[in-house]
């Protein structure tokens, strides 16, 4: 599978931003997808998952009750719903897919073998 992430752009505080994340060469429902991100000078940073299974999402703690993550296997797709942004969210969120993962692995970057390009969120105060 492959995939391109899309959305991202400048906005204020408070705004919201709805991020996409389009697979192709696979069908996205057989892969479990999240969303990380990086900001300058920063590690990054696990942000949400979703399941194959289209379980209950996860997040880091930081986004909880501002994020939904979904997907519309229809379309391929999955996104990442942003609200009340701050600036500390400014970053390039990157999507990423994996088969192998279990709750307790979701934030480990290198167990997903499969990134986008990432797409810049930048949150001005």
């Known amino acids: 599978v492959q995939l391109q992430a899309f959305g991202g752009g400048l906005v204020r505080a408070g705004d919201s931003l709805t991020l996409s994340c389009v697979a192709s060469?696979?069908?996205?429902?057989?892969?479990?997808v999240a969303w990380f991100r990086q900001a300058p000078g920063k590690d990054r940073e696990f942000v949400a998952c979703?399941?194959?299974?289209?379980?209950?999402?996860d997040y880091v703690d930081s986004v909880k009750g501002r994020f939904t993550m979904s997907r519309d296997n229809a379309k391929n797709t999955v996104y990442l719903q942003m609200n009340s942004l701050k600036p500390e969210d400014t970053a390039v969120y990157y999507c990423?897919?994996?088969?192998?993962?279990?709750?307790?692995?979701?934030?480990?970057?290198?167990?997903?073998?499969?990134w986008g390009q990432g797409t810049q969120l930048t949150v001005s105060s």
């Open positions: 979703i399941f194959r299974t289209n379980t209950t999402p």
């Open positions: 060469g696979r069908s996205i429902n057989r892969h479990t």
């Open positions: 990423a897919a994996g088969t192998n993962l279990i709750r307790s692995t979701i934030t480990r970057s290198a167990l997903y073998p499969t």
